[in-house]
């Protein structure tokens, strides 16, 4: 994800953060100085950071969970709404998918009971009450005051907000955990894309009340969580059509055959004159033989001109690790491929391994967007 960086690497996956968790940790230690000066601003942030730190184990439950399946995570993103685990795909299988959508909020269940479990050792009920009733604001209660201090009062905040959280995913709507449980309890009776489609729907349904709730109440936080939903769905059910449309499709009707090689002996200057004649933006490094041996996007390119220079050999500076796929697969293997591996144009090989074809992100939303257009009027064609 673009504006991010990465802070560890944990179980083989890359957690990173958006640079705008960073403007949002500087505008709660603003907020919370001007309210109680120093001692404030640490202590909400702690409780920030912790909270943050419920999202990236939640995060972890569905990425675990996925690897049980053999669906790799390459990265964990923290942003300023929460956490993304950028999934290879999703689970196919329905009662795959249902394990991986329920793992995450098992995670701040597991969370919220263990801190529960440890206030209970360490205060009296009644004290417990009195913290519940400060967690209300039906109380100023001088946190201090208790045995455990402001500890315990953090403990039972953190314990609250998992339990938000749980119920928070579980609404049946896309893009929480909740539209991807009713996804997979409905795509056990029907269609997948069906399914989808329906819980689309439910999630879009729950964004209109969202948006009237915040519009009555004067609430900015609930329009934002309606907008984030809606967009969510929509963008879930568009995702689905697109596999639904792939997979009677094969490789060689759907890739493109006339395109622009480059040979590793050439230089960056050739692929730049190469570029600004085309509308090409991705090239494929070929030999005589034109088989492939690397590929050189549009980034490397410019990236090459600023660092290296213009005559710098091609062969320096391609990506050698290009995905490829056969002229006669289906074209559902070639667009999972795409998302397992990110990248930026996948190489069509024919069984002697020359290459005579390639697909892009921009090709396949095209081919899609022209195939959805086709079907459009033929129900009985959705899957």
């Not at 990465?6 to 958006?18: E, K, N, P, Q």
């Not at 009340?209 to 879930?236: D, R, S």
């Not at 639904?244 to 090689?261: E, I, K, Q, S």
Request: glycine share 8%; charged share 20%; with cysteine.
């Amino acid at each position: 994800m673009r504006w991010s960086f990465s802070i560890a690497r944990i179980a083989g996956i890359d957690v990173r953060l958006h640079i705008t968790f960073l403007l949002l940790l500087l505008f709660f230690a603003v907020v919370f100085y001007f309210a109680g000066g120093i001692p404030a601003a640490v202590g909400g942030l702690a409780f920030i950071c912790l909270l943050f730190l419920c999202v990236l184990l939640h995060e972890f439950g569905h990425a675990l969970a996925a690897r049980w399946f053999g669906i790799p995570t390459p990265e964990i993103t923290l942003l300023p709404i929460g956490g993304v685990a950028r999934m290879a795909r999703m689970p196919e299988k329905p009662h795959q998918e249902l394990i991986v959508a329920l793992a995450g909020p098992a995670v701040n269940v597991v969370i919220a009971a263990v801190l529960l479990m440890i206030l209970g050792w360490t205060i009296e009920p009644g004290q417990l009450e009195r913290l519940m009733e400060l967690t209300r604001g039906e109380e100023a209660i001088e946190a201090e005051a208790l045995p455990a201090g402001p500890v315990a009062l953090l403990l039972l905040m953190l314990a609250v907000v998992n339990i938000f959280l749980v119920a928070f995913n579980l609404l049946p709507a896309f893009p929480m955990d909740g539209g991807r449980v009713l996804r997979a309890i409905l795509a056990s009776m029907m269609g997948h894309v069906q399914a989808t489609q329906i819980a689309a729907t439910v999630g879009q349904g729950m964004a209109v009340l969202f948006g009237l709730a915040g519009l009555f109440l004067f609430h900015p936080l609930l329009i934002l969580i309606a907008v984030f939903v809606w967009i969510g769905a929509e963008q879930e059910a568009t995702a689905a059509r697109m596999r639904g449309l792939a997979r009677d499709l094969y490789v060689r009707d759907a890739m493109l055959t006339r395109f622009d090689c480059l040979g590793p002996d050439q230089s960056i200057e050739d692929a730049v004159n190469l570029h600004l004649r085309a509308t090409q933006r991705d090239f494929p490094i070929v030999d005589e033989s034109d088989r492939l041996i690397g590929v050189l996007t549009r980034d490397d390119i410019i990236a090459a001109l600023r660092e290296h220079g213009a005559e710098t050999p091609i062969r320096d500076l391609m990506r050698r690790d290009v995905p490829t796929v056969e002229a006669g697969a289906n074209f559902d293997e070639a667009f999972r491929c795409m998302q397992e591996q990110g990248c930026p144009l996948l190489a069509v090989l024919d069984h002697t391994g020359r290459l005579v074809g390639m697909i892009t992100p921009e090709h396949v939303g095209e081919l899609m967007m022209i195939r959805s257009a086709r079907n459009a009027d033929l129900p009985w064609r959705r899957q």
